[in-house]
């Protein structure tokens, strides 16, 4: 009996013949239980086809993205990061979308939706200082902020009142260091455990994720995912009060966000230590804010399209009626960026994330 496979001839035996016959089933099947397995996991993930990233940010601008996986377990979401990156296929996290401007022509790739969300009291730690005191808890990358900030009130602390109200989930906040009334995420962080490219676990102590004015090493290396954070929690409170406060301080926070879409300050404020040219009337360590630079040069009111410079605050660019789009806000904002720096000699530079539909960020 001749028997093809491929381009190659053989004469063989009939009982050789079942034989293979066999082995290409078993492999067959092999090959199915193999599938079933990557399917599963990826039935873990939703996966949305052509989702509007307008819906996911804050700000309402984006256009629709290939797709949109919503990833709801820390553990098995490393295979899938790592193939990702090792095909190249174009990748961007999503937490609360509390602060990206994403493209008008969407993204042409996989966009992860971080939503596992637990947090533990007390986890065992290689790298807790002896001694340290207070209390530790480990939280995930897709937890809302506020929420977790009410369940510290509520096991005692009160530590994170005053960060209560600003938009984001918790990796967001540890990735950009995100802060107000002088307090900031990396002053609590302890460790950050993430992936690398590999789609390796690793872990930063707080030294190690160089923490800074809305900065962190995260923000320079888009290939690692921050999956959790312990923080310390240390100023003890009446569970009632502190979350009383907690709730007070977004409501007022709340009152004073200008009104319509946006994702919050637009500009970092210029620090006279990161080289910023001062006048010669001002101190050299007066601080600076981004929003009085731009106020002062005349930016209030000003509209590109339906993208406007709020009328209450300068650093706020809000999204009029949600039909503005990346590239009437990105208009905006480079003009008053070039008279704030013709008026002061100063450099102002986005706190906002800005992406083109590959994942790259732009520069304003
Ligand atoms: C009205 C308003 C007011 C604001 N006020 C303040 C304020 O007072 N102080 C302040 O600091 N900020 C403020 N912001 C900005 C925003 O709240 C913070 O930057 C917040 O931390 C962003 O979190 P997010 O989950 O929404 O991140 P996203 O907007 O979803 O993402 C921001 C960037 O972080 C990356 N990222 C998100 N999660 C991860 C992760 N797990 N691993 C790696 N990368 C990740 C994303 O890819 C993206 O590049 C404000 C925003 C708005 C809209």
């Not at 940010?57 to 290939?66: E, I, K, M, Q, R």
């Not at 993430?194 to 090493?217: A, V």
């Not at 809000?318 to 008053?336: C, F, H, M, S, Y």
Request: proline share 4%.
């Amino acid at each position: 009996m001749t028997v093809v496979i491929g381009r190659i001839y053989t004469k063989t035996s009939p009982l050789l013949f079942l034989n293979l016959f066999q082995n290409l089933k078993i492999l067959s099947r092999i090959q199915e239980i193999l599938n079933s397995i990557q399917d599963d996991k990826i039935k873990n993930m939703e996966i949305l086809k052509n989702e509007p990233l307008s819906k996911h940010t804050f700000y309402g601008v984006g256009g629709l993205a290939d797709e949109l996986w919503k990833v709801d377990d820390a553990e098995s979401f490393a295979e899938v990061w790592a193939e990702t990156q090792a095909k190249k296929i174009p990748f961007l996290i999503l937490g609360k979308g509390s602060n990206l401007l994403c493209s008008d022509a969407g993204f042409r790739g996989r966009v992860f939706s971080l939503e596992f969300k637990k947090i533990t009291w007390n986890a065992p730690s290689l790298f807790r200082k002896e001694g340290a005191g207070g209390r530790f808890v480990t939280v995930e990358a897709g937890k809302p902020w506020q929420e977790f900030v009410e369940e510290t009130n509520k096991k005692g602390y009160e530590d994170l009142c005053n960060l209560s109200g600003i938009p984001g989930n918790f990796g967001g906040f540890v990735r950009g260091n995100a802060g107000a009334f002088g307090l900031e995420t990396g002053d609590f962080v302890q460790t950050v455990e993430f992936l690398d490219s590999n789609g390796k676990r690793k872990i930063f102590t707080k030294e190690q994720c160089e923490f800074g004015y809305r900065e962190s090493i995260f923000k320079h290396h888009p290939e690692y995912c921050i999956l959790r954070a312990t923080l310390q929690l240390k100023q003890k409170a009446e569970p009632d009060q502190s979350l009383q406060k907690t709730r007070t301080l977004l409501a007022d926070r709340w009152k004073k966000y200008p009104p319509g879409k946006s994702g919050g300050s637009f500009f970092k404020n210029p620090s006279p230590a990161r080289g910023d040219v001062l006048s010669e009337t001002e101190e050299p360590h007066e601080k600076l804010f981004a929003g009085k630079l731009l106020e002062e040069a005349g930016a209030k009111g000003d509209q590109i399209g339906h993208a406007q410079i709020s009328e209450r605050h300068a650093n706020f660019i809000v999204n009029l009626e949600g039909k503005a789009t990346q590239e009437n806000i990105l208009a905006l904002a480079r003009k008053w960026k070039q008279k704030v720096h013709e008026k002061f000699g100063i450099t102002l530079e986005p706190e906002i994330m800005i992406l083109d539909e590959y994942g790259k960020k732009i520069q304003v």
